[in-house]
C-alpha cells in the first residue's frame, strides 16, 4: 500500500519546519525538542499521581494513572519511547490516558534512565526493576498482582519485551501479556525495510544508528536483553500483541519478533498497520489509524485482563 495520505502531510509539515536531523544533533538539544513537542493528545483521567520507586542506582520516577476510583484493577507497566536516549514519561502521557480508560486498566509509566549518560542495560535493569516492584507492591498501589502486564512504544517496546525475558531468565514474577508497538527487535539494522523506508518517513536509519550508538557505545547490542529477536530461546514468555507500521525501517524486526514468538509455542496477535509511519500511534489526534491501533491494543490488553 502507499504511503497514507495523512501520513504524507505530517512528514511535509515536518520538514517545512527546517529542523536539522537528530544525528547532528546532542541528545540535550533532542530532548528539549521533544519537551517542546508535548505530551500527545489524550482524555481526562481519573487520577494521576507521580511518585518514586527505588532504583537499582536511585530513585526511578512513576506516574500512576488511574480510569476510576475501583481497587484491585489489573495493570500495566509502560515504557515510553525515544530510543533509550530521549523521551520521557511526559511524552506518552497521552498514550497513557488513552490506554489506561480503554483497558480500564491502572497505567504505570516508568522514566528509565537514559544514555549517553546511562548506557546499556541500564534501561533494562530500570524496567526490570519496576515491573517487579509494581508485583511487590500490589497491595500498595491497589492493583491486581495476577493481572500486571509490560508495554510500551518503540524502544519502550524493545524495553517491554526484555523485561519479559529477563522475568524468566531469573525466576522474576510471572506477567499476564506484552504490548509491543513498533518495537526494536534486532540491532543489525539490515532488514528490506531498513533499506526501503531508511529515510524520507520520520524515523530513519541514520537516527536509529544514533540511538543505538549512544545507548551502546561498549558493542553489546546483539546480546538479547538489547535486541530480544537475537534470543536464544523465546519460549515459556507471556502472550504478545505486536504492532508495526508499514513505512517504520523497524517493521521487519517488528513481524519477525512475532514470528519468532509463535514459532516459540508463544500466543500472538500480530498486526501491520499499511501506509503508517513509525509515530502514528502516538500522534492519535493526526492519524485516525493511530487511534485506532491504540484502541485495538487496549482492547486486546483489556481481553486478557478479563479472561484471567
Known amino acids: 500500500m502507499t504511503l497514507d495520505p495523512i501520513a504524507l502531510k505530517f512528514l511535509k509539515d515536518a520538514a517545512a519546519l527546517g529542523a536539522p536531523p537528530i544525528g547532528e544533533l546532542e541528545p540535550a538539544q533532542v530532548r528539549a525538542?521533544?519537551?517542546?513537542?508535548?505530551?500527545?493528545?489524550?482524555?481526562?483521567?481519573?487520577?494521576?499521581?507521580?511518585?518514586?520507586?527505588?532504583?537499582?542506582?536511585?530513585?526511578?520516577?512513576?506516574?500512576?494513572?488511574?480510569?476510576?476510583?475501583?481497587?484491585?484493577?489489573?495493570?500495566?507497566?509502560?515504557f515510553h519511547g525515544g530510543g533509550w536516549v530521549i523521551g520521557d514519561i511526559d511524552w506518552n502521557d497521552g498514550m497513557c490516558r488513552q490506554i489506561s480508560e480503554q483497558a480500564d486498566c491502572v497505567v504505570i509509566s516508568v522514566e528509565y534512565r537514559l544514555a549517553p549518560e546511562d548506557v546499556y542495560p541500564a534501561a533494562a535493569d530500570d524496567a526490570y526493576a519496576a515491573t517487579v516492584w509494581a508485583v511487590q507492591n500490589a497491595k500498595r498501589l491497589e492493583i491486581d498482582e495476577e493481572r500486571i502486564a509490560v508495554g510500551g512504544w518503540s524502544a519502550g517496546a524493545t524495553l517491554?519485551?526484555?523485561?519479559?525475558?529477563?522475568?524468566?531468565?531469573?525466576?522474576?514474577?510471572?506477567?499476564?501479556?506484552?504490548?509491543?508497538?513498533?518495537?526494536?527487535?534486532?540491532?543489525?539494522?539490515?532488514?528490506?525495510?531498513?533499506?526501503?523506508?531508511?529515510e524520507g518517513f520520520g524515523l530513519t536509519a541514520d537516527t536509529m544508528e544514533w540511538?543505538?550508538?549512544?545507548?551502546?557505545?561498549?558493542?553489546?547490542?546483539?546480546?538479547?536483553?538489547?535486541?530480544?529477536?537475537?534470543?536464544?530461546?523465546?519460549?515459556?514468555?507471556?502472550s504478545a500483541h505486536v504492532i508495526t507500521a508499514d513505512y517504520d525501517p523497524l517493521r521487519d524486526e517488528g513481524i519477525a519478533y512475532a514470528e519468532a514468538l509463535d514459532f516459540a509455542g508463544v500466543d500472538v496477535i500480530a498486526k501491520n498497520y499499511e501506509?503508517?509511519?513509525?509515530t502514528f500511534v502516538?500522534?492519535?489526534?493526526?492519524f485516525p489509524e493511530g487511534a485506532q491501533a491504540l484502541a485495538d491494543a487496549s482492547n486486546v490488553l483489556r481481553s486478557k485482563f478479563e479472561a484471567s
Request: glycine content about 8%; overall charge negative.
Open 275 to 278: 501506509g503508517q509511519i513509525h
Open 211 to 238: 540511538f543505538w550508538n549512544h545507548y551502546d557505545p561498549a558493542g553489546r547490542r546483539a546480546e538479547p536483553y538489547a535486541s530480544p529477536l537475537l534470543a536464544d530461546d523465546l519460549s515459556q514468555l507471556p
Open 160 to 198: 517491554a519485551a526484555v523485561v519479559c525475558l529477563m522475568l524468566r531468565d531469573r525466576g522474576g514474577p510471572k506477567v499476564l501479556h506484552q504490548l509491543l508497538i513498533c518495537p526494536a527487535t534486532d540491532s543489525a539494522m539490515d532488514t528490506e525495510s531498513y533499506l526501503t523506508r531508511a
Open 33 to 78: 525538542g521533544i519537551k517542546a513537542s508535548g505530551k500527545g493528545p489524550g482524555p481526562e483521567i481519573y487520577s494521576m499521581e507521580d511518585m518514586e520507586m527505588a532504583g537499582p542506582e536511585g530513585p526511578i520516577p512513576v506516574r500512576i494513572y488511574r480510569p476510576s476510583s475501583k481497587t484491585n484493577l489489573p495493570a500495566l507497566v509502560y
Open 282 to 286: 502516538r500522534e492519535t489526534d493526526t
